[in-house]
C-alpha cells in the first residue's frame, strides 16, 4: 500500500445548532486503500462523508480530497470521486444503458470513452442481454453491482460508498465486494461505510465512530487483538455500548 494520503482530515468538525454530529475527527486515507468507515446509526458517519465529498461545508476543522480542499474547493472534488449513496444512485426510469451514458455524459466524457466503457461494463456484469431494460426491472443485487459500476464509471481514484450492500443477499454481497478489490487493485481509493461487521474484515483499515468522534481506527486484525475479541462485530459492540446520544 502506498503512502500516499488521498484524503486527510484534522478536527473535521460539524454542528447543526448545539448538535454536534461530527466532533474533531482526524485521520488519513492512502492511495489505494480500502478504508472501512463503521458507526451505528446516528454517530456521524453519514454527516462526515457529506463533508468529504463536498456537498456540505464543515464548522471547523480541515480536510483534502484528492489533494482539493474541503471548503474552497467543493466542486473539484465532486468531479475527481465516484459517489454510490444508500438511496440514490441510478435513475429508475432510464435502461441499464442510458444511465452509463448520462452518468458518463455528466463527467464530460467522450462519446468513443462513453461507448467503449459501456460495452466493457455491459460484458463484465454479463448484462448484455438487460442493456435496454429499465433499471427499475432489474433484482436488486444487479442494481447495486450497476451502480458501482456507474460510480467509477469516469475511472475516479477515489470512490465513497455509502452502504452499499444493504438489503442484498449474502452471496451478492460478496461478490459486491470482489468489485471492490478489482477497483482497489486498479488503484482506486475506497472509503466504505457499512452495518455489517463481517465486512469490516474486508478493509484495509477500520476506523469506528462512536458520538460523532473516532473511537477506534486500526487493521482488523489489529482492533481484535486491541480489544481481545475475536470478530469484529465484538470490537464494535464493546464501543458501540459506550454511546450516549439518541439515533438522530
Not at 448520462?102 to 448484462?127: Q, S, V
Request: hydrophobic share 40%.
Amino acid at each position: 500500500m502506498s503512502n500516499d494520503k488521498v484524503i486527510t482530515a484534522t478536527n473535521l468538525t460539524k454542528k447543526f445548532g448545539d448538535f454536534t454530529a461530527v466532533d474533531h475527527i482526524s485521520f488519513d486515507v492512502h492511495k489505494g486503500e480500502i478504508f472501512g468507515f463503521l458507526g451505528a446509526n446516528g454517530a456521524g458517519k453519514t454527516t462526515a462523508m457529506r463533508m468529504l465529498c463536498g456537498l456540505s461545508l464543515p464548522t471547523s476543522g480541515e480536510a483534502t480530497v484528492a489533494g482539493f480542499d474541503v471548503y474552497k474547493e467543493n466542486e473539484k472534488i465532486k468531479k475527481s470521486i465516484g459517489y454510490m449513496s444508500q438511496k440514490f444512485s441510478l435513475y429508475e426510469d432510464l435502461t441499464v444503458k442510458e444511465n452509463m451514458e448520462f452518468y458518463g455524459g455528466i463527467y464530460h466524457m467522450t462519446d468513443k470513452f462513453i461507448k467503449e466503457k459501456t460495452a466493457f461494463i455491459l460484458d463484465h456484469l454479463h448484462l448484455q442481454k438487460e442493456a435496454n431494460t429499465l433499471v427499475r426491472s432489474l433484482p436488486l443485487g444487479w442494481k447495486q453491482k450497476l451502480a458501482f459500476s456507474v460510480a467509477i464509471f469516469h475511472e475516479p481514484g477515489i470512490v465513497f460508498l455509502d452502504e452499499p450492500t444493504g438489503g442484498v443477499d449474502p452471496v451478492t454481497r460478496r461478490e459486491f465486494w470482489n468489485m471492490i478489490y478489482e477497483g482497489a487493485d486498479k488503484g482506486i481509493t475506497v472509503f466504505v461505510t457499512t452495518h455489517y461487521m463481517d465486512e469490516a474484515e474486508y478493509c484495509n483499515r477500520v476506523s469506528i465512530m462512536v458520538d460523532g468522534r473516532i473511537e477506534a481506527l486500526d487493521t482488523p486484525s489489529q482492533l481484535k487483538q486491541t480489544y481481545d475479541a475475536s470478530t469484529m462485530d465484538e470490537v464494535f459492540l464493546m464501543l458501540a455500548r459506550k454511546a450516549t446520544r439518541v439515533e438522530m
